[in-house]
C-alpha cells in the first residue's frame, strides 16, 4: 500500500507529462461517474498496463484533463461506498480481478481519487461485462484482435510438467499405474492394440507422451509415480485431500491421495458418498430417484483439477463434500479467461498451463483435450434439472461448485417444461434462482424472450413461463400484490384497534409482503405505505410521537 508521500510524488509526476498515454486518464468526475464507463476503463489500463509492461496503471478523479488543475471529486465520498466499488468491479470482470487499491487525497482543499489498476495478468486479457477494452492513444477502444492474441501469447512460456526428472527411472513408476495406462491407452487408440503389448515400459511411455526420449518427465511422475518417487516434485505437492463436512461445516472425515494421481482419482471418487435424491415429477405422485451427482461430473471435475493445477505454487487439490454439494479447487488462473465463453464456444483451448501433462492425461483417457468437457457438466446438470455448476476464479484458483439437489422447484419446472432453451440462456435463468446479478446484456435478452420480469436486481420467472409450467400461485406471491390490498387491510387493523404502533404494523405486513424483496426491502415498503396513507390519503394519522407513533384510522 503506497504512502501519501509516495502517492503525491505519482500525482505530480503524471500531471507534469505532456499528455495521457495509454496507462493513466484523469478525470473531473465532479459529482459522479458511469459505472459502466469505469468498468471499461478498468478493463482498458489494466490490458494496456500488460503491454507496456507496467505492473499497474493509474484512473484519476478530481483532476481536469486539459490544464491537470485540481477540481475536486465528490465520486462516492463514503469510504465504505469506494471498498464496495472493488466487488463490483470483481463481479463483471475476467477472474474477478479488481483494484490494487482506491487511494484518496485531500489537495488545496479538494479531494482527489486515485484509482490502483493491476497489469492483466500473463496470458489473460481483462474482460468487463465480456468484452475486451484497450486504448488508441488517449481514446478508449475495444482491444483489437492482435493486442488480444499478443497478451495471450504470454500464457505459456515454459511447461512445468514437462521438465525432466534427473535422477529418476522407469523403477520410481508404480507398475499398477503402468498396467493400466497401458490398458487406457489401447482403449482410446483400438488401432495401436497390438503394437502395444508388445512395447517396454519406456516404448509405451515415450508413445503416450509421459517421458521424452525415455527420460522420465515430472507428469509422468504425477500421474504414474509411486507415493515415495512425490520427493521428485520439489515444492510441488502431488496430492488430492477429499474432506467431508456437516451440516455446520465441521470436518467429519478426510482422506489424503498422493501419487500416482492416475489411480488417486478412483480411490477420492469412491470415498464420495453420492447418495440418491428424490423430487417429484411433474404430473405423478411418484417421486423420481437419481443420484445427487453424474459419476462423469466428479470424475471431469477432479480430473481438470490435475492437469490445471499450477504446481509451482506449493498447493494440494482439494474436494470438500457436503450434503448436498462438492467443491472442488485447484491453485492457478483460469486460463480460458471466461467459463462462460469456454461453455458457448465448446472448443479446445490454445493455450494450457500444463500442455505436455494435458496432452498425457488425454492419451490415458482422464480428460478430452478435444474441448467440451466443462460444456457436458453443464449439460448433464441440465438434463437432471440441477443448478448450473459455479466456478469462482478469484484469488488465483479455479472453485467449482456442483449442487447434487433442486434448488428452486419453478427453475427445475422450467427447464422440464422448456426443452428449446439454449444453455446461454439456461445458465441466465440459473442466476436467477440463485439471486445473482445478470449483467445488462443477459437481462435483456431474457427480458426480450419473455423470460424474466421485474427490475434490477430483483428480477423472477415471467408470467407467460409460469403459466405454461403451471407456476401461476408461485408467481402471484413473488410479484406480490397491489398497494391498495395492503393499505385495506391495515385499515381494517384499525378498525379493531385503537391505534397501532409501528411494531404491530411489521408483525401484520412483513410476512406477507413480496418474497422477492429482501427484509430491508419489505421495511422501507411498509414505511412508504404508511407515508402514503398518511400524507397522500389521509386515511390515518399519528397521534404518538415520531420515534414513537401511535397510527389511528381517520373517522
Known amino acids: 500500500m503506497l504512502q501519501e508521500d509516495e502517492l503525491i510524488e505519482t500525482l505530480n509526476k503524471l500531471r507534469s507529462l505532456p499528455s495521457e498515454t495509454e496507462v493513466f486518464e484523469f478525470k473531473e468526475a465532479k459529482n459522479n461517474f458511469d459505472f459502466t464507463k ?18 499497474y496503471a493509474w484512473l484519476i478523479f478530481g483532476i481536469k484533463d486539459r490544464g491537470r488543475t485540481i477540481v475536486g471529486s465528490r465520486f462516492r465520498s463514503e469510504r465504505k461506498d469506494l471498498d464496495n466499488l472493488k466487488g463490483e468491479i470483481a463481479a463483471k470482470t475476467t ?3 479488481t483494484f490494487i487499491e482506491i487511494y484518496e487525497l485531500s489537495l488545496s482543499g479538494s479531494r482527489v481519487v ?4 493491476p497489469a492483466a495478468p500473463k496470458g489473460i486479457p481483462i474482460a468487463f461485462e465480456g468484452h475486451y477494452y484497450g486504448r488508441d492513444g488517449e481514446e478508449l477502444s475495444p482491444l483489437n484482435l492482435e493486442e488480444i492474441e499478443r497478451i495471450r501469447g504470454q500464457a505459456i512460456t515454459e511447461d512445468w510438467s514437462a521438465g525432466i526428472v534427473q535422477d529418476a527411472t522407469t523403477n520410481d513408476l508404480d507398475p499398477s499405474a503402468i498396467r493400466k495406462a497401458r490398458k487406457n491407452f489401447k482403449e ?3 488401432g495401436l492394440a497390438v503394437d502395444v503389448d508388445s512395447w517396454n515400459d519406456i516404448t509405451f511411455l515415450n508413445k503416450a507422451k509421459l517421458t521424452i526420449k525415455g527420460k522420465i518427465t515430472r507428469a509422468a511422475i504425477l500421474l504414474l509415480g509411486r507415493p515415495e518417487s512425490e520427493h521428485f516434485l520439489g515444492r510441488a505437492d502431488a496430492k488430492i485431500r477429499w474432506v467431508l463436512k456437516d451440516a455446520k461445516g465441521n470436518d467429519k472425515d478426510y482422506y489424503i491421495e498422493s501419487c500416482p494421481l492416475f489411480l488417486a482419482v478412483d480411490k477420492v471418487y469412491s470415498k464420495i458418498r453420492n ?11 411418484f417421486p423420481d430417484e437419481v443420484a445427487q451427482y453424474e459419476p462423469f461430473v466428479i470424475r471431469e471435475a477432479i480430473n481438470n483439477c490435475i492437469a490445471h493445477q499450477d504446481y509451482t505454487k506449493g498447493g494440494r487439490i482439494n474436494v470438500v463434500e457436503m450434503d448436498d454439494q462438492l467443491v472442488f479447487t485447484n491453485l492457478g488462473s483460469f486460463i480460458p479467461g471466461s467459463v462462460e465463453r469456454v461453455v458457448r ?5 490454445e493455450h494450457y498451463r500444463n500442455k505436455f501433462l494435458a496432452t498425457a492425461m488425454f492419451n490415458l483417457k482422464m480428460v478430452d483435450t478435444a474441448g467440451g468437457g466443462i460444456r457436458k457438466m453443464f449439460n448433464y446438470q441440465r438434463a437432471r434439472f440441477f443448478p448450473m455448476p459455479e466456478y469462482d476464479l478469484s484469488k488465483q484458483r479455479v472453485k467449482v461448485t456442483i449442487i447434487g439437489k433442486v434448488l428452486d422447484l419453478d427453475f427445475a419446472r422450467l427447464l422440464a417444461k422448456k426443452q428449446d432453451l439454449d444453455l446461454d440462456d439456461i445458465i441466465a435463468l440459473d442466476k436467477v434462482q440463485k439471486k445473482k446479478a445478470l449483467s445488462v446484456s443477459e437481462s435483456k435478452r431474457l427480458k426480450g424472450k419473455g423470460l424474466i420480469e421485474g427490475r434490477k436486481p430483483n428480477y423472477h420467472i415471467s408470467f407467460d413461463v409460469a403459466e405454461k409450467a403451471n407456476m401461476q400461485a408461485d408467481y402471484i406471491k413473488t410479484r406480490g400484490l397491489k398497494d391498495d390490498h395492503f393499505k385495506q387491510l391495515l385499515l381494517e387493523y384499525l378498525d379493531k384497534c385503537k391505534y397501532v404502533t409501528k411494531e404491530d404494523i411489521d408483525k401484520l405486513l412483513l410476512d406477507i409482503l413480496p418474497g422477492v424483496l429482501d427484509e430491508s426491502q419489505r421495511k422501507n415498503k411498509i414505511r412508504n405505505l ?7 390519503d389521509k386515511t390515518i394519522i399519528n397521534k404518538g410521537t415520531n420515534r414513537y407513533p401511535k397510527w389511528v384510522r381517520v373517522s
Open 530 to 536: 404508511i407515508y402514503a396513507m398518511s400524507k397522500k
Open 275 to 285: 447418495l440418491k435424491y428424490r423430487y417429484m415429477k411433474e404430473g405423478t405422485l
Open 345 to 349: 464456444e465448446d472448443a479446445p483451448e
Open 38 to 55: 469505469l468498468g471499461k476503463y478498468f478493463s482498458a489500463l489494466s490490458n494496456e498496463a500488460n503491454l507496456k509492461g507496467t505492473p
Open 114 to 117: 486515485m484509482f490502483q489498476i
Open 95 to 97: 477472474n474477478r480481478v
Open 188 to 190: 482410446k487408440f483400438h
